[in-house]
């Protein structure tokens, strides 16, 4: 496997764009257009099968995609971002104007016990981007929401709304779905393009809550995807650590063509788990492998 670092091999330019509208942990809003850049030139449905916030498939801008998702909530921000934005709005500048108008911490814990009683796409939209650090953090039992109310104040509704209409023009060409990665893996067809941007670690397991994932199963999905003619781009943590655990990959040689080290800075996550301090001396970077 080759192994290209920062900026070799590219075969598309696309211009960075850092405006997310979802707070999301391991998003990859920063360094989606380095990601992105490296994508094949040409290609059918891009299909987006661990969706998050969409950073991705929102700097891409496809012109036909599948963006899909295990939680529901998640899922359904972006059904409605997709069938009336200004839905969205609402529900935004409503908690927004509660939370600035009344108590602070107490009105984020009413919205927190009001997702907690019924996990839902409004509350989640609010919390995930007034919780502390903008880390949503789900208990893994039962996939309680733990996070709390952030110090900051969350960005006005008038910016909120320009973000929506924003996310609106650059989604276009996307459906949304609720599926889990195989379903969605299993639509493709020759000529399109998946990008996998799965839950590794260890702590990704506990902040995205009760779902069960296996990077082996998925690797074995990929190779089955490659053998139909799909090209597949796969982000691992270039760091392969996850608290005090070495993450062994279990990646079968031939499977991919190759590797591109992406910077992404420091690591959101490793900052909140070291107690707020940030770590100078880390310079993280992001492993993309490619079976083109
Ligand atoms: C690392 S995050 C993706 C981050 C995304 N690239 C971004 O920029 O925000 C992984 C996502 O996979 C989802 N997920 C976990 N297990 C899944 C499964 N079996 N099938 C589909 N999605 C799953 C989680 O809900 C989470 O949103």
Known sequence: MQTLLFGDGRSVEVAPFTTGLLKWIGNKQRMAHEIVS????????????????????????????????????????????????????????ERYNRLMSGEKVAEYERIKASYNRKPNGADLLFLCRSCYAGVVRFRQADGYMSTPCGPHNPVPPEAFAERVDEWYRRTQGAEFR????????????????????????????????????????????????????????LSIDGTKRSGTHECKLPIPDGLFDREILVNCGRSMLRRLQMGGQTLESEVVADRLLLTY
């Open 38 to 93: 490296y994508f094949p030139p040409d290609y059918g449905t891009y299909y987006e099968p661990f969706l998050g916030s969409a950073a991705v498939l929102a700097t891409l801008q496809p012109k036909r995609a599948v963006g899909s998702d295990t939680f529901a909530p998640l899922i359904e921000i972006w059904q409605t971002l997709h069938r009336d934005p200004g839905t969205l709005k609402h529900w935004y500048r």
């Open 178 to 233: 609720r599926m889990d990665y195989r379903e969605a893996m299993a639509l493709v067809r020759p000529g399109d393009l998946i990008y996998c941007d799965p839950p590794y670690t260890h702590s990704q397991a506990i902040l995205y809550g009760a779902q069960r994932f296996r990077l082996r199963q998925l690797l074995t999905v990929i190779g089955e995807c490659k053998a139909r003619g799909v090209y597949v781009a």
